[in-house]
Nanobody
């Protein structure tokens, strides 16, 4: 199983950014997909988890972040609105899923850096 994130980069304060994370491999069932972030010098924190698919969106971080998933694409999305410099962090995707040879297991993506300039 692989989780590959994309969409990170540099954004100006007040701007928007969308991150994507796609799972691949012999996946049988996806239980939960989520986004975490780790700012410099801080612990990794949960942003939001999507436990259902398609249009079940979850708002987090003062309503500025929206998380949703599309199981047809095995992808979870993170939309950042009104980005702030404090949002600068490495963003990680996490999935709790089973394959045709393993029970439910947690997997992590490699992380994608988001930098918000003031």
């Amino acid at each position: 199983v692989q989780l590959v994130e994309s969409g990170g980069g540099l954004v100006q304060a007040g701007g928007s950014l969308r991150l994507s994370c796609t799972a691949s491999g012999s996946i049988r069932y996806i239980d939960e997909m989520a986004w975490h972030r780790q700012a410099p010098g801080k612990e990794r924190e949960l942003i939001a988890a999507a436990i259902t698919n398609y249009d079940a969106k979850v708002d987090s971080v003062e309503g500025r972040f929206t998380v949703w998933r599309d199981d047809r694409k095995r992808t979870v999305y993170l939309q950042i609105h009104n980005a702030k410099p404090i949002d600068t962090a490495v963003y990680y995707c996490r999935a709790h899923l089973s394959t045709y040879s393993t029970d439910l297991t947690t997997y992590w993506g490699q992380g994608t850096l988001v930098t918000v300039s003031s």
